[in-house]
Each structure stands twice: as C-alpha cells, then as structure tokens.
C-alpha cells in the first residue's frame, strides 16, 4: 500500500471450496491499477487441514477479484501467484472471466483440477479484457512432469499419491487443448507451475507478461535502496525448506543483503 499508494477494495468472493467470503485487492485510483493476491480467495490458509483437496478445489474465486477489478476500469493487473490451494490450471480463474470448458458430450465442466482431464473443448468469451496483465510468481516449476505443479506441490495441498498422477495427467492434456486452440506452448515456459498451473489462460489467450515476483516487489519497492542504510535484515516464510532457496524471496534477499554487507535472520 504505501509505496503504490493504494486502497483496499473489499469484494464477495468465494474460496477455494466455492463457499461466499469476503475478499481484497489493491486498487490504484490514478493509474488504474489492480493488485491481486491470487492467496486471497484461492489460499490454502482458508481450509481445514481435512478440506485440502485439489481434486475439488478452484481458483473461481481468484477469477470474481479478476473481474471486479475489470468491471471498475483497470489499465493493469499484477496477479501473484502463491499460496494456493489449487491445481485447477487456472479453469476457476477462466471461467469467472467468461471460458467455458466443455467435456466431449459438450456439457460445461466445473473448474477444479479433477475436470482437466475432461477438456474437450475450450470456449473463450466473445471478447477478451483489454488489460495488461502483470503475472508475478516465485517458483521456476514447469507446467506438468516431476518437477511440476501436481507433483511439488499438490502433496502439500492435501493430494495422495494417485491424486497427484491424475492431476498432472490433467494438466498435461490442458496444455496440449491450448496448444490445439490457440497455438501456444506452456510446458516449456518456466514458472507456469506456480499456484497450481493458474496463470495457464491468462498467459495462452490473453499475452500476458511473466514476471520473477520476488525481484518484482524488490524493484517495486525500493528495497535496496533501504538495504544501504540498513543495520539488519530480517526475512522469511511459513518454511524454509530447498524450495525457499529455489526462486522465492529468501533466495533474492540474501544476496541482495550480501552485497551490501548486511547480516541476514530468517524467520
């Protein structure tokens, strides 16, 4: 908030289970833009350790702050991507923005990572959002494979074993259905892994640009400008475990912080 000097715009929402919440995103009045927190109504936090099901679970709600932020006019929208509960592809975020995905009786599937596998035609809307996307994520994860998005990350968000082969088989057939409609090869691009493969859409249809979310905010922030003058930084995540030094912010800080001869804690 106060180095885009933004609002906070309260939104209904729903969470990853499709129950009503309330959720929030930035807004910046002069520029227009939006600031949305892909966590905020697509989290794994907003479950129980038993509701944890990414066989179930949507971003539907990421997508109702999408197009809240597009129905009031936003020039931009900085989407991060972390922290979900999700491995939907994105199907959730899609369909609040008008995709219909359709099964081969072309009946319109429910967007959870169970579906994917069902794909059997994608319909986009009759027109696309004239907005510059902004994808930040922290992650190098590829789309699908043993370093994807099923299989890093889904055991965490409640998935067994078999879930995880099913999953990853459905975000493969995702990427070959948007290769077959729009041309686009996601398995190769890195990061498409991140918040379950939730950016797949908005990255194949709509040009988005992908951005490293730590360096992002690093820039966006003036960090290390406050590093220079700084005694002591203190840092950290809900883990710090190999993926903490694999891309996300604790492996961006601790050089940063080393080049200015600033003694790290992390937390």
Known sequence: QHFLKTKTILVPALDPLGRKIQAAYEWQPRKKWAVIELAAASGWTLLKERERNPMRTSTLGTGLLL????KKGARK????????????GGMGIAHALGFRCLDTKGKVLSPSGASLIHIHRI???PKLP???WELCADVNNPLYGKKGAACTFAPQKGATLAEVAVLDKG???????IKKHTGDQLSGIKGMGAAGGAMCFLHAYMKSRIHHGADWMIRLSSMEKSLKSADLLITGEGAIDEQSI???LISRLIPLAKAHRVPVVLV
């Open 123 to 125: 319909v986009p809307p």
């Open 246 to 248: 694999d891309g996300k």
């Open 77 to 88: 929208i900085i989407l991060g991507l972390g922290g979900s509960a999700t491995n939907d």
């Open 171 to 177: 975000l493969r057939h995702l990427s070959a259905q």
């Open 67 to 70: 197009a809240h932020a597009l």
């Open 130 to 132: 004239d907005v510059q």
